[in-house]
C-alpha cells in the first residue's frame, strides 16, 4: 500500500512540474510574430485607417451650405453640419469620418509602431531588421504629427513651447487606464523630427513587396518631411526633402489630369485617382469611410459659390483646370475620385464596412509646398517654375506659351506684390487640386487664413485667424487619461 | 492503419469486457450451484423490505456477507434468495437508507424488515460529482431532483424538463428548435458579458458545449445554435437524477468554473443481482399554430391597406416592375406588361376596372400559412434498456431512437444514442468502471445564414430568410401558395421567383452530429476509510452543416437575377469589376446554386485523481476530506467551406465561374476557412468535513485553478478559490426532538469565492493577420492587426457569495420546506469600457465591473393526504432573485439598451430593457419621441452614447420564477398538472413597424386603428402608413421613426405568464394482474405540453413570452400530446 501511494505522490508531482508549460498554449490562433515578414505585415497596420476629409472638408472653405430645397438631396450628416458650424462634433466615438474616430485610428497605428520598435529592439539582430524600424519611426511620427496639426494650436516658433501638444507615445500599453501628458507642441514637433531623421535613412522600398505606395517608401517619406517642416517652417528642408520625394522628372510624380484622366468615364476616373499605379499617388491607405459615396450629396460641400471661386473661372495661369465637375445640379457637384470598396460582412449581406483609398502623401503637394518655399526663400524663379510643372498637367489644352505662370502674372492676377502673388497662385492651385480631399483645412490652419460660412437661413460663421474653434476638441473621454481639453 | 486499429481497438474495449463480464458471470453463476461444498443444508430465503412507514421498497440490495450471493427487491419490496447457507447474515442495502445486517436464525424461511431513511432525516445523498455526501452531513443549497418524477415524455432536451421543477433554476425557452438550449440561469445572471450558464457535469466529467454561444446569441436563430445544448444528446431514460447546486459551498470543488451553479447528471448503472429489461415508447402529435392565437389580419383587411400604400405611391405598377421584393402588385405589374403571344395583347388590360378586378380576385384568399407550412408532426422516441448484474460486475446497456417529422415542413430530426457503462468489481478493495456513451443527430432545418445588425437604422437583417414560423407572422395572407390549377404560385422576392414550399425543398440546412464519449473510473480503498479514485474521460464530437441551395432555390437564381439593366444594377448579387469600373454588373453563377459546409468539432480530455478518507472516531466525530487534482483539455475546431456552382440536379458537378472567387477575394471574404480554440485546465483541490455526533457539520474547501486562457503570467493564470460552511442539525437536539411535529429542522450557512474566466484573453497583447481592405488584387496584403492591448492585470470574474437556508420536515416528512436566502457579489466583471483610445485601443476588456445580487428559494413539497387508495403530492417552487450592476466604466449606446435582449447599464440588471420614450404622433401621424437632447423630434440617434432620457422599463430576464406540481392518484390511475410561471420581467413586442411596407407584408390588425386623417393623432398611438414624400425625406436624413417606434415605450408588454407546462395522466398496471408473466411493470402515460397559457400580458397577442422570434432557425416551443408506454421484464 505504501507503494502505491507513493506512485500517486510521484504521479502528481509529475503533472505539477510540466503544468506550466501545459497553460502555456494559446487559446486560439492569434499571430505570433517571429519573421521579418510578420514585422512588415504589422508595419502594415501602423498607419491611420480612417479618414479625416469629411471633418476638414466641412469645416475648410471649400464647403458652402447647398441646402436641397425640396430636391430630395439634401444629405444632412452630423459630422458634416456640426463641423461647417464649427460646433464640437457629437458623434459616436466608433462613427467612422468623424474625428474621435479619427484620434483613434491614428494612435491605434501608433501603437502597431510601438509594438513593432519592440520586437526590432528585443530582437537579436536589431540592425537586420533597419528597414522596417525606419517605416516604424516614420509612421509614428507622420500618425503624430497629423494629430498635433488637428488636436492642437498650430506650429508657431513664439508660442510652440507653451501651446499643450497632444501625448506622444512611445512604448506599448499595457493598463487598462493609463495617464498621458499633453506636454507642447514644441515637444512633440522635436518627437517627430527626432523619429523623422532617424527614420528616413533607414526607409528601404524593398521590405515593402507588391505595394510601396501604401507603405512610407523612399518618396513618400520626403514629401512627409517636407510637409513637417514647412509647418515648421524650415523652408530649406522643405526644398531639399520636397526635391527627394519629386526627383528630377517632376512630372513623373504628377497626375496626368488633362491627358489620361480627363478622357475617362465616370466610374473609371473615380477609380483611377486613388491607384497605386497613377502617378502622382506617393502614400496611399485604405479607410473605412463613406465620404466617396456620400460627398456629392452632402448638404455643405462643393456648390455653386465654391465651385465659381475655385473652379469655373480662369486661373492664373489664364487657362481652367482639367478638373471634370459631375453633377446634374449644384446640389451633388462633385470631382469622382473616391472608389468604394464595399466588403460585405458575408456575401448575401446588405450590410458591411465601405472602404476608401485616401492619397495621404502626393506628389502635387510636395511640389506646391516647395513652390511656396521657394517663395519663402525668395526664389521666386524656382518657384513659378514648379508651379508651372503643376499646371503643365493640370489645366485644359496647357500651352507652355499661353499659360506660362510667372512672378509678374501672378502680381497682375492677384492684384499684389510678385511674392504674394506667386504664394497664393501656389496655395490656389493647391486648393482647386486638392477639392474633396480635405487638404485645404491644413492650409487653413497653417496660414491662419480666416473662414466665412454661410448658412441657408441666412446665418455668417466668421473663423477668424486665432479663433479657437481652429482647434478639435479632444473626445470627451481623454480626461480619463488626464489630458486638458482644447478651450472653445 | 496501426493508429486506426488501436483507437478502434480502444472504443470497442468497453463494449467487449460486456460480453465477457456477461459471459463469465452466467458462468460463474453456474458453477457456483454446481460445485458449492454443502456444509449445511441450504434454503431458500424469502422476504419483504419496506420503509418506516410501511411501503415497499424496490431495488433494496440484499447480499450475503460473506460469499457472493445476491439480489434485490422487486417493486413490492420481495426479494427471494436461493441456497443460502443455514444461519447466514444478509446485508440489506439502499441508497438513501442505513444498511442492515440479519443474521438468520435456524431454519428462517422468510424475513420482514423495514429500512430506516439514511439520516434519520432527509433520504438522499447528494452527488457533487466530486464527493456523494449525505444530505444530512451537507452544507450547500442543493436541489436534487430524481428523472422518474419530472420526466416529461415528449420533450426531448432534459434541460427544458427542468423548468419550475427545482427553486432557483429559471428556464427559458428563447427557442424551441431540437438542439437549440434553453436560457439556463441558476440564481441568476453572475457576469455581464461572459457566461451565465450552469456548469453540465455527467457523471462527475464536466460536459463542455461544442460550440461557444454567448448569452445573445442563444436567442439568435442563427444555424450555430442548433449545437447550443450541452444535453441534447441523452436519453432522457438514461438519467437517474439531478443535483443541481446552487451556492459557493455546493460548487466549492468546481472551483474556478462555478460561479454559474453546476448541474451534476447521475446516470443509470447495473443493480447487482438484478436483470431488467426496460422499453418505453413515446408517440407524440405536435399540434399546428393557427391564426386564431395571434393578431394579423385577413387577406380582405390587408386589401384595403394596400389600397392605401397604392395611394401613397408604394405600388404604382411601372416602379414595381423593377423592385427586388413584390407581392400581388408585382404581379399585376408583370400582366400589364406582358403580352398574350397569341393574341397579341397585353395580360392584363390597364384599366380602373381590370386592375381592380385582379386584386379583388385576393381579397378572400385568406391563405393559412400556417396550415400550409406546419403540421401536426408526429414524434416518436423508443428507447429499450438493459441491465443485469452480479456481485463482479454489473452492466447497463441502453438504445435509443428519436424521430421528429417535423411540426413544420421545413425540419426533421432523428437522433439515436446508445449508453453502455459497467463496473466491475476486481476485488474487494479494487473497483474499476467504463462508460460509453454515443448520439447520433441527423437534423434538418430551414436554409439560413447568421443574422447581421444595421445598428444606424436598428434593424436585424437576415436575407433569405424562410423560417416557417416568422414567414407565417409576417407574410400578407393575400398571397397564394398555389395557383388555381394546384402548381405553386410565386410572387418575388430578391429579383427572382419565390414560393416559400418550393424554395424549402430547395434550401435546407442538414445537420449531422457524432457525439462519442468514453469514461473510465478506478477505485481502490487502500483501507475501508481511505479511498483513492481516478477519472479518465475522452470525448470527441463531430458535427457538420451542410447549408444545401440548390439550384432551382430562390437564394441561387438571385444571383442571377439580370432580365433589365436597371434590375442588374440594382441587384447586389451581381459582380461589379472594380478593373472595369463602367461595365454594368454581371451574374457570376450562371449554373447551380451552394454547398456551404461547416463543421465543428471538440476534443476533450478529463483526468482527475482524488485521494478521498471518510472515517468516524470515538463514534461522534466523523471526519471527511479529500485532495486531489484534474486536468482538462478542450480543442474545438470549426472549419467552413464555400462551394460555388453545385449542380444538386446536374450530376453534382460544380460548375464555378472564376469570376466569383475573385469577387470573393476581393471583398475580403473568405470562401474557406478553420479556426481553432484550445482551452487547457488545470485545478488542485482539497476538502475537510466533520461532523459532532450528528448535530454539527463544519466543511471547507480549497482550490486552485489555472488556465491557459489568462495567460502566460502566474500570478493571472491562477486563481485561489475557497468555501467555509457550516449545519446544524437541530432535530438532533432535545428541545427539537420533543416537538412531535418535527421531522427534522436544520439549518445551513455558507460563505465562499468561486469564478469563472471572462471573456477576455488579452493578458498579452492579441496580435492577430488578416487581409488589407484594398479593392485591388494587386494592392493587397496581409496585415498584422492588434486586436487587443496586453492588459497586464487581467484576472478571473469572481463572485463571492453568503447563503443562509432552513429545511423543515413534518409530520414524518409529509410536509417538507425548504427556504434559502443568499447574497452575491460578482467581482472583477469583464466589461467592454471605452478609453481615451491613446493606447491605440478605444474599447477594452478589462475587469472593471462588479455586480450584487440577492435572492430568496422557497420549495415546499410533500404528500398532504394518502390513503390506501388516494394520493395527493404537491409541490411548489418559488425564486425570487434580483440584480444590479454597481460598477461598470462601460458606455452603452441607446442602441445597446433598446433591444429585446436589452442591455448592461450601471445601476440596473445585467440585461436591463430600456425604451425610447414616444411623445404622441405628429400632425402627419410620424411617431415623435424624447431625444437624447431632451428635446421632441422624430430623430433619435441611435449611436448616442446618452442614454439617460431612455426609460427604463424592467429586466429581460424574470425576478420571480417557479412551478406548482400537484398529482393526485387513485389506486393505479394518476394525474399530474405541472405549472410554471415567471414574473417581473419585460418583453419587447414583435416590430411591426416599419418606413415603408410592401404588398408582401401581413400587418396586425392594430393598423385599422392608425393614423389616417389629420386630427388622429389625438386619437390614436399607431402611426401612420408614410406617403413616400416623407419616407424619402426620412431615409435622407438618416430618421428612422418607425424602428425607433418599435423600440419605444409602447411596443413593451410585461413578461409575465402563468403556463400550464404538462398533465400528465397515467395508469399503472397493478401488480397482481401481471404476475405470472414475465412483465414486471407496465404503465402508459397520456401527457400534453405546454396546452394551455393560463396567463400572459393581453398586449402580447400570442406572442409567446419566452420566445424571441429571430428567424433562421428559431421555432417557438409547441403545443404537443404525447403517448408514452413502458414495460419492464
Known amino acids: ?488 | 492503419m496501426y493508429r486506426h486499429m488501436l483507437r478502434l481497438a480502444i472504443l470497442l474495449l468497453p463494449i467487449i469486457l460486456t460480453f465477457l463480464s456477461l459471459k463469465t458471470s452466467a458462468a460463474g453463476g453456474s458453477r457456483k450451484t454446481d460445485g458449492h461444498f454443502k456444509l449445511l443444508a441450504d434454503t431458500t430465503i424469502r422476504g419483504r423490505v419496506t420503509d418506516s412507514a410501511g411501503n415497499a421498497i424496490a431495488g433494496v440490495s440484499v447480499l450475503l456477507k460473506k460469499g457472493e450471493l445476491g439480489t434485490t427487491t422487486d417493486a413490492n419490496g420481495y426479494f427471494t434468495l436461493y441456497n443460502v447457507p443455514a444461519r447466514a447474515t444478509l446485508v440489506i442495502s439502499s441508497i438513501g437508507y442505513q444498511a442492515r445486517e440479519v443474521r438468520l436464525a435456524a431454519g428462517q424461511t422468510f424475513i420482514s424488515l423495514s429500512l430506516t431513511s439514511d439520516s434519520g432525516t432527509l433520504t438522499d445523498v447528494i452527488i457533487t460529482g466530486f464527493q456523494r455526501i449525505d444530505k444530512s452531513k451537507f452544507t450547500g443549497a442543493a436541489v436534487k431532483l430524481d428523472m422518474d418524477r419530472i420526466k416529461t415524455p415528449g420533450q426531448t432536451d432534459i434541460s427544458r424538463m427542468l423548468e419550475g421543477r427545482a427553486a432557483g433554476v429559471a428556464i427559458q425557452n428563447v427557442s424551441g428548435t431540437f438542439g437549440s438550449a434553453p436560457k439556463v440561469r441558476i440564481r441568476g445572471a453572475t457576469s455581464i458579458t461572459g457566461d451565465n450558464k450552469p456548469l453540465w457535469v455527467i457523471d462527475g466529467v464536466v460536459l463542455e458545449d461544442i460550440v461557444n454561444i454567448s448569452n445573445d446569441q442563444l436567442s439568435s436563430g442563427d444555424p450555430n445554435t442548433m449545437l447550443g445544448s450541452a444535453v441534447a444528446g441523452l436519453n432522457p431514460n438514461d438519467i437517474e437524477t439531478f443535483d443541481i447546486l446552487k451556492d459557493a459551498a455546493a460548487t466549492a470543488l468546481y472551483g474556478a468554473r462555478a460561479m454559474n451553479g453546476v448541474i451534476v447528471i447521475t446516470t443509470k448503472r447495473g443493480k447487482s443481482g438484478v436483470t431488467s429489461i426496460n422499453y418505453t415508447a413515446n408517440l407524440g402529435v405536435q399540434l399546428k399554430p393557427t391564426y386564431k392565437e395571434y393578431d394579423i389580419m385577413n387577406s380582405a383587411d390587408q386589401i384595403s391597406i394596400y389600397g392605401e400604400l397604392e395611394r401613397k405611391g408604394y405600388l404604382d405598377y411601372n416602379s414595381i416592375a423593377n423592385r427586388a421584393n413584390a407581392g400581388i402588385y408585382g404581379k399585376m405589374a408583370d400582366l400589364l406588361r406582358g403580352l398574350d403571344p397569341q393574341s397579341n395583347e397585353f395580360l392584363l388590360l390597364n384599366t380602373p376596372e381590370a386592375r381592380r378586378e385582379f386584386l379583388m380576385q385576393y381579397a378572400g384568399v385568406n391563405t393559412d400559412w400556417f396550415d400550409i407550412l406546419f403540421r401536426n408532426a408526429l414524434t416518436q422516441e423508443h428507447s429499450l434498456s438493459f441491465s443485469h448484474g452480479s456481485d463482479k460486475a454489473q452492466s447497463y446497456f441502453s438504445t435509443s431512437f428519436y424521430n421528429d417529422q417535423g411540426w413544420s415542413i421545413a425540419d426533421k430530426v432523428r437522433r439515436y444514442t446508445i449508453n453502455l457503462r459497467n463496473t466491475y468489481n476486481l476485488t474487494d478493495k479494487f473497483t474499476a468502471g467504463f462508460k460509453v456513451q454515443g448520439s447520433v443527430r441527423q437534423q434538418q432545418a430551414p436554409g439560413t445564414i447568421s443574422r447581421v445588425t444595421n445598428p444606424v437604422s436598428g434593424s436585424y437583417d437576415r436575407d433569405f430568410d424562410i423560417n416557417p414560423f416568422s414567414y407565417a407572422l409576417n407574410t400578407s395572407r393575400v398571397l397564394t401558395a398555389y395557383e388555381p390549377d394546384g402548381s405553386y404560385s410565386y410572387f418575388r422576392r430578391n429579383f427572382t421567383n419565390f414560393n416559400i414550399i418550393d424554395e424549402i425543398k430547395n434550401n435546407y440546412i442538414k445537420l449531422n452530429l457524432m457525439d462519442l464519449s468514453l469514461t473510465g473510473d478506478l477505485q481502490y480503498k487502500f483501507k475501508p476509510w481511505l479511498t483513492y479514485n481516478f477519472i479518465g474521460a475522452i470525448r470527441y464530437v463531430k458535427t457538420t452543416k451542410e447549408h444545401q441551395i440548390t439550384e432551382n432555390s430562390n437564394q441561387a437564381n438571385a444571383f442571377r437575377a439580370a432580365p433589365n439593366s436597371t434590375i442588374a444594377e440594382a441587384n447586389k448579387f451581381l459582380y461589379r469589376d472594380p478593373d472595369d469600373p463602367e461595365a454594368p454588373p454581371i451574374v457570376v453563377l450562371p449554373y447551380g446554386g451552394f454547398y456551404n459546409r461547416d463543421e465543428d468539432d471538440l476534443k476533450n480530455y478529463t483526468i482527475r485523481n482524488t485521494l478521498n478518507i471518510n472515517k468516524t472516531l470515538l463514534k461522534v466525530h466523523e471526519v471527511r476530506g479529500l485532495i486531489g487534482q484534474e486536468i482538462k483539455y478542450t480543442d474545438r475546431q470549426n472549419a467552413n467551406n464555400t462551394g460555388f456552382g453545385y449542380q444538386y440536379e446536374n450530376g453534382g458537378v460544380p460548375f464555378v465561374d472564376y469570376r466569383i472567387v475573385k469577387q470573393f477575394v476581393e471583398n475580403s471574404l473568405q470562401y474557406y476557412g478553420m479556426g481553432n480554440e484550445y482551452e487547457r485546465f488545470v485545478g488542485y483541490f482539497a476538502n475537510v468535513g466533520y461532523t459532532y455526533n450528528k448535530k454539527y457539520t463544519f466543511d471547507g474547501t480549497l482550490r486552485r485553478d489555472g488556465s491557459n486562457r489568462l495567460g502566460r503570467s502566474e500570478k493571472a493564470r491562477w486563481l485561489n478559490s475557497w468555501t467555509v460552511a457550516g449545519r446544524w442539525n437541530m432535530e438532533q437536539e432535545n428541545f427539537i426532538s420533543q416537538i412531535n411535529p418535527i421531522s427534522y429542522l436544520t439549518l445551513r450557512a455558507s460563505y465562499g469565492l468561486n469564478a469563472n474566466y471572462g471573456n477576455a484573453t488579452n493578458s498579452l497583447a492579441v496580435l492577430r493577420t488578416k487581409l488589407t481592405n484594398r479593392p485591388y488584387l494587386n494592392d493587397r496584403q496581409l496585415a498584422i492587426d492588434i486586436e487587443h492591448l496586453e492588459n497586464s492585470k487581467l484576472t478571473w470574474e469572481k463572485k463571492y457569495e453568503a447563503n443562509v437556508g432552513v429545511d423543515l420536515g413534518l409530520f414524518q416528512n409529509r410536509l417538507t420546506f425548504s427556504v434559502d436566502a443568499y447574497s452575491r457579489k460578482s467581482l472583477d466583471l469583464i466589461s467592454l469600457i471605452r478609453t481615451a483610445g491613446i493606447g491605440g485601443e478605444s474599447i477594452k476588456a478589462a475587469n472593471y465591473a462588479d455586480l450584487k445580487s440577492h435572492g430568496i428559494e422557497l420549495s415546499v413539497g410533500g404528500t398532504p393526504y394518502s390513503t390506501a387508495n388516494w394520493k395527493w403530492e404537491t409541490n411548489l417552487t418559488f425564486s425570487y432573485n434580483e440584480n444590479e450592476i454597481t460598477r461598470a466604466e462601460n458606455f452603452p449606446l441607446v442602441f445597446d439598451l433598446v433591444v429585446p435582449e436589452g442591455g448592461a447599464k450601471v445601476g440596473y440588471p445585467v440585461r436591463g430593457l430600456f425604451s425610447i420614450p414616444f411623445r404622441g404622433l405628429n400632425e402627419v401621424g410620424i411617431p415623435t419621441f424624447e431625444d437624447d437632447k431632451g428635446g421632441v423630434s422624430n430623430n433619435v440617434f441611435l449611436q448616442s452614447d446618452k442614454t439617460d432620457f431612455l426609460k427604463y422599463e424592467g429586466p429581460v430576464d424574470p425576478i420571480i420564477v417557479g412551478g406548482f406540481t400537484n398529482t393526485f392518484g387513485y389506486k393505479d390511475f394518476s394525474v399530474q398538472f405541472h405549472i410554471s410561471y415567471q414574473a417581473g420581467n419585460k418583453i419587447r413586442l414583435k416590430p411591426s413597424y416599419k418606413t415603408e411596407y410592401s404588398d408582401l407584408d401581413a400587418l396586425p390588425n392594430d393598423f385599422k386603428n392608425r393614423w389616417t386623417l389629420p386630427g388622429d393623432e389625438k386619437l390614436t398611438i399607431i402611426p401612420s402608413i408614410a406617403d413616400r414624400y416623407y419616407a424619402f425625406d426620412l431615409n435622407a436624413s438618416q430618421s428612422y421613426p418607425y424602428n425607433y417606434y418599435n423600440y419605444s415605450n409602447v411596443m413593451v408588454a410585461d413578461g409575465s405568464f402563468v403556463r400550464l407546462k404538462s398533465v400528465t395522466l397515467q395508469y399503472t398496471l397493478p401488480s397482481r394482474i401481471i404476475a405470472g408473466t414475465p412483465i414486471k411493470s407496465l404503465s402508459a402515460n397520456l401527457v400534453g405540453t405546454n396546452l394551455l397559457m393560463i396567463y400572459a400580458d393581453p398586449l402580447l397577442h400570442g406572442q409567446d413570452p419566452e420566445f424571441f422570434n429571430a428567424g433562421g432557425i428559431a421555432q417557438p416551443i409547441n403545443k404537443q400530446v404525447t403517448l408514452a408506454l413502458r414495460v419492464g421484464f
Not at chain 1, 465651385?307 to 471634370?324: H, K, P, Q, T
Request: charged share 20%; proline share 5%; glycine share 6%.
Open chain 1, 1 to 488: 500500500m505504501r507503494k502505491s501511494f507513493s506512485y500517486i505522490i510521484l504521479l502528481s508531482a509529475l503533472t505539477l512540474g510540466s503544468c506550466s508549460k501545459y497553460l502555456d498554449k494559446e487559446p486560439d490562433n492569434r499571430t505570433n510574430i517571429k519573421t521579418p515578414e510578420q514585422l512588415a505585415q504589422l508595419l502594415t497596420s501602423a498607419y491611420p485607417h480612417a479618414s479625416y476629409i469629411l471633418f476638414t472638408e466641412s469645416m475648410s472653405d471649400n464647403a458652402e451650405d447647398k441646402e436641397g430645397g425640396g430636391t430630395g438631396y439634401d444629405f444632412v450628416d452630423r459630422i458634416n453640419a456640426q463641423s461647417y458650424r464649427y460646433n464640437v462634433v457629437e458623434e459616436s466615438p466608433d462613427a467612422n469620418d468623424g474625428p474621435d474616430y479619427y484620434w483613434t485610428a491614428c494612435y491605434k497605428a501608433i501603437a502597431a509602431a510601438n509594438q513593432a520598435l519592440q520586437i526590432i529592439e528585443e530582437s537579436e539582430d536589431p540592425a537586420a531588421l533597419s528597414a522596417h524600424k525606419g517605416e516604424a519611426l516614420l509612421a509614428r511620427a507622420y500618425a503624430h504629427f497629423m494629430l498635433v496639426t488637428l488636436f492642437a494650436n498650430v506650429y508657431d516658433p513664439s508660442t510652440a513651447a507653451s501651446d499643450p501638444g497632444i501625448p506622444y507615445v512611445t512604448v506599448p500599453e499595457t493598463e487598462t487606464f493609463k495617464q498621458y501628458e499633453r506636454k507642447t507642441v514644441a515637444f512633440v514637433y522635436e518627437m517627430i523630427e527626432k523619429d523623422l531623421i532617424e527614420g528616413y535613412p533607414l526607409i528601404n522600398d524593398q521590405i515593402y513587396g507588391n505595394s510601396p505606395k501604401f507603405h512610407f517608401n523612399k518618396r513618400a517619406a520626403a514629401a512627409f518631411a517636407a510637409r513637417f517642416y514647412l509647418f515648421k517652417q524650415d523652408y530649406q528642408k522643405v526644398v531639399t526633402y520636397a526635391s527627394e520625394a519629386l526627383g528630377s522628372a517632376v512630372t513623373e510624380n504628377l497626375r496626368p489630369w488633362n491627358s489620361t484622366l480627363t478622357n475617362l468615364q465616370y466610374f473609371e476616373l473615380q477609380a483611377e485617382y486613388t491607384k497605386s499605379t497613377t502617378r502622382g499617388n506617393l502614400l496611399l491607405q485604405e479607410a473605412l469611410s463613406i465620404w466617396g459615396r456620400s460627398y456629392p450629396s452632402l448638404r455643405y460641400g462643393l456648390g455653386d459659390r465654391v465651385g465659381n471661386e475655385v473652379l469655373f473661372r480662369r486661373n492664373v495661369s489664364g487657362g481652367f483646370y482639367a478638373y471634370d465637375v459631375y453633377g446634374a445640379n449644384p446640389q451633388v457637384y462633385n470631382i469622382p475620385k473616391f472608389y468604394e470598396h464595399f466588403v460585405r460582412q458575408d456575401i448575401n449581406a446588405n450590410t458591411g464596412d465601405p472602404y476608401n483609398t485616401i492619397p495621404l502623401l502626393t506628389g502635387e503637394e510636395a511640389l506646391l509646398n516647395r513652390a511656396e518655399a521657394y517663395v519663402r526663400l525668395n526664389n521666386l524663379n524656382a518657384a513659378v517654375q514648379d508651379l508651372n510643372s503643376f499646371i503643365s498637367e493640370n489645366i485644359d489644352d496647357y500651352s507652355p506659351f499661353t499659360n506660362k505662370v510667372t512672378p509678374s502674372r501672378c502680381a497682375t492676377f492677384y492684384n499684389t506684390g510678385s511674392a504674394t502673388g506667386v504664394l497664393l497662385a501656389a496655395l490656389d492651385f493647391k486648393r482647386a487640386f486638392f477639392m474633396h480631399e480635405g487638404m485645404r483645412w491644413f492650409d487653413i490652419l497653417r496660414l491662419r487664413i480666416p473662414v466665412t460660412h454661410f448658412t441657408a437661413d441666412g446665418g455668417v460663421i466668421e473663423l477668424g485667424p486665432t479663433d479657437n474653434r481652429r482647434v478639435l476638441q479632444l473626445p470627451s473621454l481623454t480626461k480619463q487619461s488626464g489630458l486638458e481639453p482644447n478651450p472653445r
